[in-house]
């Protein structure tokens, strides 16, 4: 059993209103030496499979598919084996 830990985020190029309004709120909230917020998503993902590499290419292809939009979303996948009962 693996675990694939995934972070999907917005590309440099695409604006991120999500993030300007989260930054705008904090500058009010006080955290004036935050300069810039980028949202985005973070997943994890149980893989039941025989090696490393093969949990690393079944969440690739889940991100290529399902989770990251190719057009706008950049991502990144970290697989760790996991213990089955951690799968909750």
């Known amino acids: 059993m ?3 830990s995934i972070q999907v985020t917005l590309r440099p190029s695409i604006l991120d209103p999500q ?8 500058e009010n ?3 004036e030496t ?4 980028r949202m985005g998503k ?3 993902m ?3 499979a025989n090696t490393k590499e093969g949990a690393e290419e079944v969440a690739r292809s889940a991100c290529e598919q399902l989770m990251a939009n190719p057009v706008m979303e950049d991502f990144s ?3 760790e084996e996991a213990a089955p009962e951690n799968a909750e």
Not at 19 to 26: F, P, Q, R, V
Not at 34 to 37: A, S, T
């Open 77 to 79: 996948i970290h697989v």
């Open 46 to 48: 149980w893989i039941d």
């Open 19 to 26: 993030g300007k309004t989260t930054h705008h709120a904090l």
């Open 42 to 44: 973070y997943v994890e």
């Open 29 to 31: 909230l006080g955290f």
């Open 34 to 37: 935050v300069e810039r917020v």
């Open 2 to 4: 693996y675990k694939a």
